[in-house]
Protein backbone atom coordinates (compact mmCIF):
# COMPACT_ATOMS: atom_id res chain seq x y z
CA UNK A 1 0.00 0.00 0.00
CA UNK A 2 1.45 3.26 -0.69
CA UNK A 3 0.26 7.05 1.03
CA UNK A 4 0.03 10.05 -1.90
CA UNK A 5 2.81 11.84 0.14
CA UNK A 6 2.05 14.43 -2.22
CA UNK A 7 -0.81 15.50 -0.04
CA UNK A 8 1.59 16.13 2.82
CA UNK A 9 3.67 18.72 0.81
CA UNK A 10 3.50 22.47 1.43
CA UNK A 11 3.86 24.16 -1.92
CA UNK A 12 5.90 27.53 -2.46
CA UNK A 13 4.23 30.48 -0.41
CA UNK A 14 0.61 28.38 0.35
CA UNK A 15 -0.61 29.54 3.97
CA UNK A 16 -0.19 26.83 6.25
CA UNK A 17 -2.87 26.17 9.46
CA UNK A 18 -1.19 23.63 11.39
CA UNK A 19 -4.39 22.89 13.70
CA UNK A 20 -6.03 22.24 10.03
CA UNK A 21 -3.59 19.52 9.45
CA UNK A 22 -4.02 16.42 10.82
CA UNK A 23 -1.61 14.82 13.19
CA UNK A 24 -3.07 11.14 12.36
CA UNK A 25 -4.17 9.86 9.23
CA UNK A 26 -5.31 6.26 7.68
CA UNK A 27 -3.10 3.66 8.46
CA UNK A 28 -1.10 2.76 5.25
CA UNK A 29 -0.35 -0.54 7.34
CA UNK A 30 -3.27 -2.95 8.52
CA UNK A 31 -1.59 -4.87 10.87
CA UNK A 32 2.23 -4.80 12.59
CA UNK A 33 2.83 -7.51 10.44
CA UNK A 34 2.72 -5.89 7.54
CA UNK A 35 4.43 -2.66 8.90
CA UNK A 36 7.25 -4.51 9.15
CA UNK A 37 7.25 -6.09 6.43
CA UNK A 38 6.42 -2.62 4.24
CA UNK A 39 9.41 -1.30 6.54
CA UNK A 40 11.78 -3.96 5.50
CA UNK A 41 10.93 -3.26 2.28
CA UNK A 42 11.92 0.56 2.52
CA UNK A 43 14.91 -0.01 4.10
CA UNK A 44 15.90 -3.08 1.39
CA UNK A 45 14.99 -0.42 -1.35
CA UNK A 46 16.89 2.44 0.50
CA UNK A 47 19.91 0.84 1.15
CA UNK A 48 20.16 -0.37 -2.63
CA UNK A 49 19.52 2.77 -3.74
CA UNK A 50 22.38 4.20 -1.72
CA UNK A 51 24.98 2.24 -2.76
CA UNK A 52 24.08 3.48 -6.25
CA UNK A 53 23.70 7.24 -5.22
CA UNK A 54 27.63 6.79 -3.26
CA UNK A 55 28.60 5.28 -6.62
CA UNK A 56 27.18 7.73 -8.75
CA UNK A 57 28.74 10.88 -7.04
CA UNK A 58 26.71 13.13 -8.72
CA UNK A 59 24.11 14.19 -5.92
CA UNK A 60 24.41 15.01 -2.66
CA UNK A 61 21.25 14.44 -0.23
CA UNK A 62 20.10 16.05 2.90
CA UNK A 63 17.01 15.29 4.92
CA UNK A 64 15.94 17.71 7.75
CA UNK A 65 13.71 16.04 10.24
CA UNK A 66 12.14 19.26 12.94
CA UNK A 67 9.42 19.04 15.02
CA UNK A 68 8.08 19.44 18.50
CA UNK A 69 9.90 16.88 21.71
CA UNK A 70 8.72 13.41 21.30
CA UNK A 71 7.16 13.33 17.87
CA UNK A 72 9.65 10.62 16.94
CA UNK A 73 12.67 12.14 14.98
CA UNK A 74 15.37 9.61 16.74
CA UNK A 75 13.25 6.89 15.77
CA UNK A 76 12.34 7.39 12.32
CA UNK A 77 16.20 7.80 11.43
CA UNK A 78 17.01 4.80 13.57
CA UNK A 79 14.58 2.40 11.42
CA UNK A 80 14.47 4.22 8.62
CA UNK A 81 18.16 4.13 7.91
CA UNK A 82 19.17 1.02 9.54
CA UNK A 83 19.83 -0.29 6.11
CA UNK A 84 22.29 2.74 4.94
CA UNK A 85 26.07 1.99 4.97
CA UNK A 86 27.39 3.97 7.62
CA UNK A 87 29.51 4.91 4.91
CA UNK A 88 27.94 6.98 3.12
CA UNK A 89 25.34 8.42 5.98
CA UNK A 90 26.18 11.66 8.10
CA UNK A 91 23.89 12.39 10.81
CA UNK A 92 24.04 15.58 12.92
CA UNK A 93 21.99 16.93 15.64
CA UNK A 94 22.37 20.64 16.98
CA UNK A 95 22.08 21.84 20.16
CA UNK A 96 22.39 24.92 22.07
CA UNK A 97 25.30 26.92 19.90
CA UNK A 98 28.90 26.95 21.59
CA UNK A 99 30.64 30.61 21.72
CA UNK A 100 32.66 29.69 18.24
CA UNK A 101 29.42 28.93 16.45
CA UNK A 102 27.91 31.98 18.15
CA UNK A 103 30.62 34.22 16.65
CA UNK A 104 29.67 33.45 12.98
CA UNK A 105 26.55 34.06 10.97
CA UNK A 106 23.59 31.68 12.01
CA UNK A 107 24.11 29.48 9.11
CA UNK A 108 27.17 28.66 9.77
CA UNK A 109 27.41 25.57 12.22
CA UNK A 110 25.62 23.40 9.78
CA UNK A 111 27.06 24.46 6.44
CA UNK A 112 29.94 22.87 7.91
CA UNK A 113 27.87 19.45 8.08
CA UNK A 114 26.32 19.60 4.47
CA UNK A 115 26.80 16.09 2.95
CA UNK A 116 29.74 15.63 0.47
CA UNK A 117 28.19 14.15 -3.50
CA UNK A 118 27.32 10.69 -3.04
CA UNK A 119 26.45 11.19 0.27
CA UNK A 120 23.44 11.25 2.51
CA UNK A 121 23.15 14.44 5.48
CA UNK A 122 21.21 13.95 8.05
CA UNK A 123 20.35 17.27 10.34
CA UNK A 124 18.14 16.55 13.19
CA UNK A 125 17.01 19.55 14.04
CA UNK A 126 18.66 22.15 11.84
CA UNK A 127 19.31 25.99 10.98
CA UNK A 128 15.37 26.36 11.01
CA UNK A 129 15.78 26.28 14.83
CA UNK A 130 17.23 29.91 14.30
CA UNK A 131 13.91 31.15 13.17
CA UNK A 132 11.65 28.69 15.26
CA UNK A 133 13.01 28.36 18.83
CA UNK A 134 14.92 31.73 18.18
CA UNK A 135 11.83 33.34 17.50
CA UNK A 136 9.56 31.90 19.94
CA UNK A 137 12.07 33.27 22.49
CA UNK A 138 13.69 36.09 20.76
CA UNK A 139 16.09 36.85 24.11
CA UNK A 140 18.22 34.07 21.90
CA UNK A 141 19.22 36.70 19.70
CA UNK A 142 21.28 38.74 22.11
CA UNK A 143 23.46 35.79 22.99
CA UNK A 144 24.16 36.02 19.21
CA UNK A 145 26.30 39.61 19.30
CA UNK A 146 24.24 40.44 15.85
CA UNK A 147 24.23 44.18 16.23
CA UNK A 148 20.91 46.12 17.79
CA UNK A 149 19.71 47.46 14.47
CA UNK A 150 20.18 44.67 12.37
CA UNK A 151 17.56 42.65 14.76
CA UNK A 152 15.20 44.73 15.68
CA UNK A 153 11.61 43.93 14.43
CA UNK A 154 9.59 41.40 12.23
CA UNK A 155 12.29 42.13 9.67
CA UNK A 156 15.22 39.70 11.04
CA UNK A 157 12.82 36.67 10.22
CA UNK A 158 11.36 37.85 6.97
CA UNK A 159 15.63 38.01 6.40
CA UNK A 160 16.73 34.95 7.77
CA UNK A 161 13.98 33.33 5.68
CA UNK A 162 15.59 34.62 2.45
CA UNK A 163 19.16 33.50 3.71
CA UNK A 164 18.11 29.94 3.95
CA UNK A 165 16.07 30.45 0.73
CA UNK A 166 19.19 31.35 -1.07
CA UNK A 167 21.62 29.06 0.73
CA UNK A 168 19.14 26.21 -0.42
CA UNK A 169 18.74 27.23 -3.75
CA UNK A 170 22.34 27.68 -4.14
CA UNK A 171 22.88 23.49 -2.95
CA UNK A 172 20.44 22.52 -5.33
CA UNK A 173 22.56 24.30 -8.20
CA UNK A 174 25.22 22.65 -6.96
CA UNK A 175 23.79 18.84 -7.01
CA UNK A 176 22.11 18.82 -3.37
CA UNK A 177 18.44 17.31 -2.96
CA UNK A 178 17.08 18.79 0.09
CA UNK A 179 14.20 16.95 1.66
CA UNK A 180 12.62 18.91 5.01
CA UNK A 181 10.20 16.88 7.25
CA UNK A 182 8.18 18.36 9.87
CA UNK A 183 6.81 15.22 12.10
CA UNK A 184 3.15 17.08 13.04
CA UNK A 185 2.10 15.64 16.65
CA UNK A 186 -0.74 17.12 18.61
CA UNK A 187 -0.36 18.48 22.23
CA UNK A 188 -2.61 15.45 23.53
CA UNK A 189 -0.25 12.78 21.88
CA UNK A 190 3.00 14.45 23.03
CA UNK A 191 1.53 14.74 26.58
CA UNK A 192 0.84 11.07 26.72
CA UNK A 193 4.44 10.46 25.21
CA UNK A 194 5.27 12.75 28.32
CA UNK A 195 4.16 10.51 30.98
CA UNK A 196 5.19 7.01 29.17
CA UNK A 197 8.76 8.51 29.46
CA UNK A 198 8.30 9.17 33.13
CA UNK A 199 6.67 5.92 34.02
CA UNK A 200 9.35 3.71 32.05
CA UNK A 201 12.68 3.92 34.14
CA UNK A 202 14.60 3.19 30.93
CA UNK A 203 12.95 6.06 29.25
CA UNK A 204 13.68 8.93 31.87
CA UNK A 205 16.72 9.60 30.30
CA UNK A 206 14.72 10.89 27.39
CA UNK A 207 13.22 13.65 29.82
CA UNK A 208 13.59 16.73 30.71
CA UNK A 209 12.01 19.60 32.90
CA UNK A 210 13.02 21.96 29.90
CA UNK A 211 10.69 20.09 27.53
CA UNK A 212 7.78 21.00 29.63
CA UNK A 213 8.54 24.80 29.68
CA UNK A 214 8.30 24.60 25.72
CA UNK A 215 4.89 22.80 26.09
CA UNK A 216 3.92 25.59 27.39
CA UNK A 217 4.79 27.55 24.49
CA UNK A 218 3.05 25.13 22.11
CA UNK A 219 1.02 28.18 20.24
CA UNK A 220 3.77 29.94 19.30
CA UNK A 221 5.83 27.79 17.78
CA UNK A 222 2.82 26.52 15.82
CA UNK A 223 2.59 29.99 14.74
CA UNK A 224 6.79 29.71 14.33
CA UNK A 225 6.47 26.65 12.16
CA UNK A 226 3.35 28.09 9.87
CA UNK A 227 5.38 31.18 8.65
CA UNK A 228 8.39 29.23 8.29
CA UNK A 229 6.73 26.91 6.11
CA UNK A 230 4.75 29.75 4.25
CA UNK A 231 8.15 31.46 3.41
CA UNK A 232 10.73 28.48 3.20
CA UNK A 233 8.99 25.31 1.27
CA UNK A 234 9.86 25.66 -2.62
CA UNK A 235 9.87 23.23 -5.57
CA UNK A 236 13.55 22.30 -4.86
CA UNK A 237 13.77 22.54 -1.04
CA UNK A 238 10.29 21.22 0.03
CA UNK A 239 8.70 21.04 3.26
CA UNK A 240 6.38 18.08 3.91
CA UNK A 241 4.03 18.04 7.06
CA UNK A 242 3.91 14.01 8.32
CA UNK A 243 1.07 13.19 10.95
CA UNK A 244 3.21 11.52 13.93
CA UNK A 245 0.53 10.93 16.20
CA UNK A 246 1.23 6.97 15.24
CA UNK A 247 4.98 6.48 14.75
CA UNK A 248 4.67 3.58 12.49
CA UNK A 249 2.77 5.09 10.24
CA UNK A 250 4.96 8.38 10.31
CA UNK A 251 7.86 5.96 9.44
CA UNK A 252 6.96 4.34 6.62
CA UNK A 253 5.06 7.88 4.63
CA UNK A 254 9.20 9.09 5.51
CA UNK A 255 10.71 6.08 4.28
CA UNK A 256 8.44 5.90 0.80
CA UNK A 257 9.42 10.04 0.61
CA UNK A 258 13.11 9.11 0.51
CA UNK A 259 12.79 6.18 -2.04
CA UNK A 260 10.41 8.44 -4.48
CA UNK A 261 13.46 11.42 -4.03
CA UNK A 262 16.50 9.22 -4.96
CA UNK A 263 14.59 6.88 -7.47
CA UNK A 264 13.73 10.17 -9.26
CA UNK A 265 17.24 11.63 -9.59
CA UNK A 266 18.28 8.21 -12.07
CA UNK A 267 21.15 7.29 -10.41
CA UNK A 268 23.52 4.78 -12.24
CA UNK A 269 26.67 2.72 -11.42
CA UNK A 270 29.47 4.55 -13.28
CA UNK A 271 30.32 2.96 -16.60
CA UNK A 272 34.27 2.05 -17.29
CA UNK A 273 35.61 3.23 -20.84
CA UNK A 274 37.00 0.91 -23.10
CA UNK A 275 40.57 1.06 -21.88
CA UNK A 276 39.47 0.01 -18.64
CA UNK A 277 37.34 -2.38 -19.55
CA UNK A 278 40.74 -3.56 -21.52
CA UNK A 279 43.09 -3.15 -18.04
CA UNK A 280 40.20 -5.54 -16.43
CA UNK A 281 40.38 -7.82 -18.89
CA UNK A 282 44.19 -8.22 -18.38
CA UNK A 283 43.70 -8.53 -14.89
CA UNK A 284 41.69 -10.77 -15.23
CA UNK A 285 43.82 -13.00 -17.53
CA UNK A 286 46.30 -12.77 -15.71
CA UNK A 287 44.42 -13.61 -12.16
CA UNK A 288 43.16 -16.75 -14.17
CA UNK A 289 46.04 -18.12 -14.95
CA UNK A 290 48.06 -17.60 -11.71
CA UNK A 291 49.53 -20.35 -10.38
CA UNK A 292 49.34 -21.35 -6.38
Same mark, same amino acid.
Given at each position: ?????????????????????????????????????????????????????????????????????????????????????????????????????????????????????? +? #??? $??????? =????? &????? /?? @??????????????????????????????????? +? #??? $??????? =????? &????? /?? @??????????????????????????????????????????????????? &??????????????????????????????????????????
Amino acid at each position: MRFDHDALRIREGEEVDLAGCPTLVDLVYSSKQEYREMLADHVEQLSKLQQVHYADNRYALLLIFQAMDAAGKDGIIRHVMSGINPQGCQVFSFKHPSAEELDHDFLWRSNRCLPERG +R #IGI $FNRSYYE =EVLIV &RVHPE /IL @AMQGVPDRLINGKKVWEERYQSIVAMENHLYRNGT +R #IIK $FFLHLSR =EEQRK &RFLAR /ID @APEKNWKFSVADIKERKYWKHYMQAYEACFRATSTKHAPWYVVPADDKQNA &RLIVSQIIVHTLTELGLSYPSASEERLKELADIRHSLMNERG
